[in-house]
């Protein structure tokens, strides 16, 4: 079951699922439904929008400088699988978002890396999505936060949240001091966000206020690149295994091979082979497109965790409780999310 949904869409299940896993996966199948597609993007534009503006303001007033990349280039392997994105192209044209249906010449035209004697259906060209490179971009914006007046504790463990009508309480667990526990730090607020990544469910388990969120694997390869002249200008998309491909700098990022976990085992590391079979899907997948890009040998490994909900989209906003926001499961693509809408 896993090396076939692997080739199939870039997604390793792990086996040993209980039913409630079974039963998420059944429902995000259902997602694929055009209709059901429709609406959800129809629900996530406004926050696309209003991301797109966030970030066009940072990149206005702060001049920062963190590797971005414009232009996003979608490649699809067989015809069906390019019709198969028809529901996200009429999106596109009705949310006016720019891009360009390419025949397999133009893709080779528009990037050059991509192997001119790969028989492949076509692609669809993102001029304005953007790429970049995430960590560098919040140590910059943490450190003019920092310069601003805004107070930051790190390597610290939230160890608890009391949430009341009038107050919300932050508990601080501080590093252990040999065999005695560091004490504990209260920080009151007005309101808390929550954006702790794949631990949120566990902070807000007592609140009940969103929806089953499930955990997925993401791994990805940064790898020096091989040849100036076969690097990609442009980030390459394998639309169908969910495989990205990234020039950042001297390197290129290869994101994708999204492991499916049991909620009970997301913490847990994956046994060597299953991430062996992930890495090796990127690798793969980085030899298809744009072979003699990247020295995949000598990359540098890395995986973590990141959130489903059960309709696809991100749990970003108020809840129930009027001092707790929540802002998670962003699902595989991360900050990327807001780019564009994506077409697989």
Request: glycine share 6%.
């Amino acid at each position: 079951m896993a090396t076939t949904r692997a080739k199939q869409s870039g997604m390793i299940v792990k086996p040993g699922f209980d039913s409630a896993a079974r039963d998420f996966l059944k429902q995000l199948d259902t997602l694929r439904d055009p209709d059901a597609f429709s609406a959800r993007y129809t629900q996530l534009h406004p926050l696309v929008a209003l991301s797109q503006r966030a970030v066009g303001d940072i990149d206005e007033h702060l001049q920062l400088e963190y590797e971005q990349r414009r232009g996003m280039l979608h490649l699809f392997r067989h015809a069906r699988e390019l019709d198969d994105a028809a529901p996200a192209l009429d999106l596109l044209k009705r949310f006016a978002v720019p891009h360009r249906v390419l025949s397999p010449e133009e893709c080779v035209a528009a990037e050059p890396s991509v192997l001119d004697d790969l028989p492949f259906a076509g692609g669809v060209l993102l001029p304005d999505a953007l790429t970049a490179n995430c960590p560098l971009f919040i140590k910059q914006l943490k450190q003019m936060l920092k310069d601003a007046g805004v107070q930051f504790r790190m390597n610290r463990t939230v160890s608890g949240l009391r949430l009341d009508g009038s107050r919300a309480v932050v508990e601080l667990a501080g590093p252990h001091e040999g065999k005695r526990r560091a004490e504990v730090e209260t920080l009151s607020a007005d309101a808390i966000v929550v954006a702790a990544g794949a631990d949120t469910p566990s902070l807000i388990a007592s609140v009940k206020t969103t929806p089953s969120l499930y955990p997925l694997r993401i791994h990805t390869l940064t790898a020096p690149v091989a040849y100036e002249e076969r690097a990609p200008h442009l980030t390459v998309v394998d639309s169908v295994k969910r495989i990205t491909m990234t020039r950042v700098n001297q390197r290129l990022r290869i994101a994708g091979a999204g492991v499916f976990l049991g909620v009970a085992k997301a913490d847990k590391p994956l046994d060597a082979a299953l991430s062996r079979r992930a890495l090796d899907l990127l690798g793969q997948g980085t030899h298809d497109w744009i072979p003699g890009a990247a020295r995949v040998s000598a990359a540098r490994a890395w995986d973590a965790v990141r959130l489903f909900s059960v309709d696809g989209l991100p749990v970003v906003g108020a809840t129930r409780h009027p001092r707790l926001f929540v802002n998670a499961a962003h699902g595989p693509v991360g900050w990327a999310s807001p780019a564009a809408l994506r077409l697989c």
